[in-house]
């Protein structure tokens, strides 16, 4: 195979042999090493590295939103203010990982490209839930890695073109998958707080704007009582990623328009430190 | 027991040159033309689900005539090597030339093993630019060379004739419709010099790499309403997006 990147030689057999559209399948066969979840651990120890923390997702009325705080955790040190851990999966999803960061994102860019090849091999999108079964075979093959430390715990939200709605699927570390009937959803350390914000806040009808609010919302609440959630950094002007997606596709809204969210929350709590008030019966 | 012939390696070699041209030369043609925004494919093909045209990576396409069991496993090769490279190194690093070297390894070696048939395909890999002068065009053949074509380039059935004519017409900067245009009217030329057939859209497979596209990948189908209204000349067409997305379906 080294011969073959290099650009010279002809194509090994296993490029062309007909069978599977899966590029993982297609890695395991042909190179192995480069899965994440081949590589061989060292037994019984645990690995310090950078863990990302809270994800927040919500379905409004003709889509989904997702969102993410900005901090990454090292124990009780800041290793990253700006990591970013929301990702377009493909035109009509995104996936949000919370867990060790520098597996996230190389799980992330393999499902991209899952999703990506399959696409061009077989000239037709894979339907949601095959998008999201698909997630669940690579959360699984890393469970090893969990064992030791390094878990990685996706949300997966996106629009199902044949539905017609915005539809979240939440993980758990050995792959278990489940939608998120409520209608939003949250993973990582401050998901516990910002599950208990969104429960108060959300409604059904929402907006776009008024889901990207709720989102910030949440994650404000997330980073006020979990120290491993950042909350909006007016100083640094480092604000959460929102994105939205809906039959229009995917779209990550702009630094300008979460800062205005995020201003605008941060403003309110000035005068209501603990946020909105829903009322008691 | 015969006694077994000698033939020399120039007969061996024209025999099977001859052979590859022949398969290839009864199929219909694919035209692939320069335009302002990009580059632009048109193949005559009634199947919708069979291409002669796709997508391989971000700024590549593939365009092949011949055996479609040959060449499809050249594509589906094509891609599993651009994801693999992709991944491995970064996206910017795939090439339309580093794919073109691989497939003309991959039909060298077949071309003139004893043990396997000639691929009876032949191929253009195209890559879109920043700018007109960054497009690329590769042709290969059967055996293995590659040719590296400017402007408008034509493979297939009556490849010459249409090549020629393509050529004295084609100029940098066409419109999409006027680029469209003038490869259906070289496709449906009579090699005779007979009256030239009419194609439909339905007769018609049109893919471009749309250097102005916003998004990272390049390839989009043109389908339906929008290939009927580039058809009739309509210029503004050609800015709309289609219904198909960024995906490679009907």
Known sequence: ?281 | MSTPFYVSPQQAMADRAEYARKGIARGRSVVVLTYADGIVFVAENTSRALHKVSEIYDKIAFAAVGRYNEFENLRIGGVRYADLRGYSYDRADVTARGLANVYAQTLGTIFSSVGEKPYEVELIVAEVGRSDADDQIYRLTPDGSVVDEKNAVVVGGNADSIGSYLGQRHRAGLGLAEALKLAVDGLARDPNGGTPRTLTPEQLEVAVLDRQRPQQRKFKRILGGQLARLLSGDESAAAEDGDDEGADTE
């Open chain 1, 1 to 281: 195979m080294e011969a073959n990147l290099s650009g010279t030689g002809r194509l090994p057999a296993a490029f062309l042999t007909p069978g599977s559209s899966s590029f993982l399948d297609f890695l395991d066969s042909h190179a192995p090493q480069l899965l994440p979840g081949r590589r061989p651990l060292p037994e019984g120890m645990t690995v310090e590295a950078p863990h990302g923390t809270t994800i927040v997702s919500a379905v409004f009325d003709g889509g989904v939103v997702l969102a993410g705080d900005r901090r990454a955790t090292m124990g009780n040190v800041i290793a990253q203010r700006d990591i970013e851990k929301v990702f377009p999966a493909d035109e009509y999803s995104a996936v949000g990982i919370a867990g060790t960061a520098g597996l996230a994102v190389e799980m992330v860019r393999l499902f991209q490209l899952e999703l990506e090849h399959y696409e061009k091999i077989e000239g037709a999108v894979l339907s949601f839930e095959g998008k999201a079964n698909r997630l669940t075979t690579m959360i699984r093959s890393n469970l090893a890695m969990a064992m030791q430390g390094l878990a990685v715990v996706p949300v997966f939200a996106g629009y199902d073109l044949d539905l017609g709605r915005g539809r979240i699927f939440t993980y758990d570390v050995t792959g278990g998958r489940s939608e998120e009937r409520a209608g939003f959803a949250a993973t990582g350390s401050g998901s516990v707080f910002a599950r208990g914000s969104m429960k108060k806040l959300y409604r059904d009808g929402l907006t776009g704007e008024q889901a990207a609010t709720l989102a910030v919302q949440a994650l404000y609440d997330a980073a006020d009582d979990d120290s491993a959630t950042g909350g909006p950094d007016l100083a640094r002007k480092i604000f959460p990623i929102v994105t939205l997606i809906t039959e229009d596709g995917f779209r990550r809204l702009t630094e300008d328009e979460v800062s205005a969210i995020a201003v605008s929350i941060t403003d309110q709590r000035r005068q209501h430190p603990n946020g909105p008030q829903a009322p008691l019966l």
